[in-house]
C-alpha cells in the first residue's frame, strides 16, 4: 500500500469516528441552525489533514490535530463575524483572547463526548420522523456521506438531501439546543434515541434496499453510538446494556449467514463454530448488567432470546419452549405485529406447523404486515411443512414480490424450486 493510500485510510478512519464529534461540538458553539456552518468547518479541517500529511506525514494523534484544526477555524468565523454565535461572547471584539480560552473548553475530552451525546438526542427529537432521525444520524455522527446513506436504502440522493434538508430545516426553525435531557426528562428521549439505534442495527444487520444484505460499517456504527451511551453516566441504564448485549448476540452470527457467494445461509443450517465468542461472551456480560435495577424493557426480552441462539449447540437443542416464553412476555410489553410474527416460528419449531398456523390467524389481513415479505416467507413455511405445496408456493412467491434485497429473492426462489 502506498503512503497516499495510507493517508487516504486513515482519513476516511478519522472521518467515521471524528466527524461526529467534531461536528457535535461545531454545533454546540455555532448552533444547530447553523448546521451547515458546522458542516462545513469539518469537512475544511478534514481536507487540511488530507492536503498536509501527503507531505509531512501523519501526526502521532491525528484526531487531536483535527480537532485543532477546526478549533482555530471556528475562531477564525467567530472574528469575521459571519455569523450569530451561540457561545457566550458578548463582545466579538475582544474575541482573540476570550474565544481561544472558551473555545478550548468546548474541545475538551469531557465536554466532546457530551455534546456528541447531546448531538445524538437532537437528532432524535420527538418532532423528527424516525426515518429522519436515522437517516440523520448516518450523517452528521456516523460520517457518511449522502451517496453512502442513499446507497444504504437504495435511493437516491436526491430523496436523502430531501429528508437532510427537512432535518436542519427543522434544527434552523426550532433552534434546537443539543444537550443531554435532565433526569426528569431522559426516559422518553433516551428510548427515542435507542429505538433510532436499534432501527440502524437492524438496517446494518438485513439491510432492506441494498444488493448487501449485511452492512458492516452500519452495525459498527450502531455498537460505536450504543458504546457512547453506556460510557455516560446518565445514559448508562439497563436499557442501553439491554440494546448492546442484544447488538453483540446477533453481531456474533452475522459471519455465518451467507454464503462465500452471498447467499443466505438459514439459522437451522448456520456453521456454530463460526459464531464469535468474543462477542456472545459480551452479550452475557452486558445482559448481566442490564439485569440490575426494577426497568424492563422489550429490549431485555429481544437480547434473551438471541442469547438463548447463541447458547444452543446446535439447532435441535434449542429451548424453544423458554423462546416462547420470552415471546409471551415481550407481546404483554409490546403489540408490534411483528414480535406476534416471530413468535409463531417459534411456535413451528416447538409445536408443528398446525400450531404456528394457528397462532398466526390473528394476523391475517393485517394491513401492514401484508406488505411485510417476512409475513409470506414464514406463511409458506407452515404450509410447506403442513404437505400444501401449491398454497406454499404462491406464499413464497409473494414474499419474493415483496423483498428489494436480492440474496433474499434467491432465497425465496430456492424455497420455491424445493417445495
Known amino acids: 500500500m502506498t503512503a497516499s493510500q495510507n493517508i487516504d485510510q486513515a482519513v476516511n478512519h478519522l472521518f467515521r469516528q471524528a466527524s461526529g464529534k467534531m461536528v457535535a461540538v461545531l454545533v454546540k458553539i455555532f448552533g444547530t441552525e447553523n448546521y451547515a456552518l458546522a458542516e462545513d468547518v469539518m469537512q475544511d479541517a478534514l481536507l487540511s489533514g488530507l492536503e498536509t500529511w501527503k507531505f509531512n506525514g ?19 468565523i467567530i472574528r469575521r463575524k459571519k455569523h450569530q454565535s451561540n457561545a457566550d461572547f458578548s463582545d466579538p471584539e475582544q474575541l482573540p483572547p476570550s474565544a481561544s480560552d472558551a473555545l478550548d473548553q468546548h474541545w475538551q475530552e469531557a465536554h466532546i463526548k457530551d455534546d456528541f451525546l447531546g448531538m445524538m438526542f437532537a437528532c432524535c ?20 456521506s449522502t451517496r453512502e ?76 453510538l450504543c458504546q457512547c451511551l453506556l460510557d455516560h453516566a446518565h445514559t448508562r441504564q439497563p436499557r442501553t446494556a439491554a440494546l448492546m448485549a442484544l447488538f453483540c448476540f446477533h453481531a456474533a452470527r452475522s459471519s455465518s449467514r451467507l454464503h462465500p457467494d452471498g447467499t443466505i445461509i438459514p439459522l437451522s443450517q448456520q456453521d456454530r463454530q463460526q459464531w464469535n465468542k468474543e462477542l456472545i461472551t459480551a452479550g452475557n456480560e452486558w445482559l448481566n448488567k442490564a439485569a440490575v435495577g426494577t426497568t424492563f424493557s422489550p429490549f431485555h426480552l429481544e437480547a434473551a432470546i438471541a442469547c438463548e441462539h447463541c ?29 406476534l410474527l416471530n413468535r409463531s416460528v417459534a411456535m413451528l419449531e416447538y409445536a408443528g406447523a398446525q400450531a404456528a398456523l394457528q397462532s398466526l390467524e390473528a394476523l391475517e389481513g393485517h394491513r401492514q404486515l401484508n406488505r411485510y415479505y417476512l409475513y409470506h416467507a414464514v406463511l409458506g413455511e407452515i404450509y410447506k411443512r403442513m404437505g400444501e405445496k401449491e398454497k406454499a408456493v404462491t406464499c413464497f412467491e409473494q414474499a419474493r414480490l415483496l423483498t428489494a434485497a436480492q440474496q433474499e429473492q434467491e432465497f425465496l426462489a430456492a424455497k420455491i424450486a424445493d417445495t
Open 58 to 76: 501523519i501526526p502521532d494523534n491525528p484526531e487531536a490535530w483535527l480537532f485543532r484544526v477546526a478549533r482555530n477555524k471556528a475562531i477564525d
Open 311 to 339: 447458547m444452543a449447540p446446535d439447532y435441535a437443542a434449542t429451548n424453544w419452549k423458554m423462546i416462547l416464553s420470552y415471546y409471551d412476555a415481550l407481546l404483554q410489553l409490546t403489540k408490534d405485529p411483528v414480535i
Open 149 to 224: 446513506v442513499a446507497r444504504a436504502f437504495l435511493t437516491s440522493e436526491d430523496t436523502i438531501s430531501k429528508r437532510l434538508y427537512r432535518t436542519k430545516e427543522f434544527f434552523r426553525a426550532s433552534r434546537i439546543r443539543p444537550y443531554i435531557p435532565p433526569p426528569a426528562q431522559l426516559s422518553g428521549r433516551l428510548d427515542a434515541v435507542l429505538n433510532s439505534l436499534y432501527l440502524l442495527f437492524n438496517e446494518g444487520y438485513s439491510a432492506t434496499q441494498h444488493e448487501q444484505l449485511i452492512r458492516e460499517d452500519i452495525i459498527t456504527q450502531a455498537m460505536y
Open 125 to 144: 427529537h420527538p418532532d423528527i420522523s424516525p426515518e429522519n432521525q436515522v437517516t440523520f444520524i448516518l450523517k452528521s455522527l456516523c460520517g457518511f
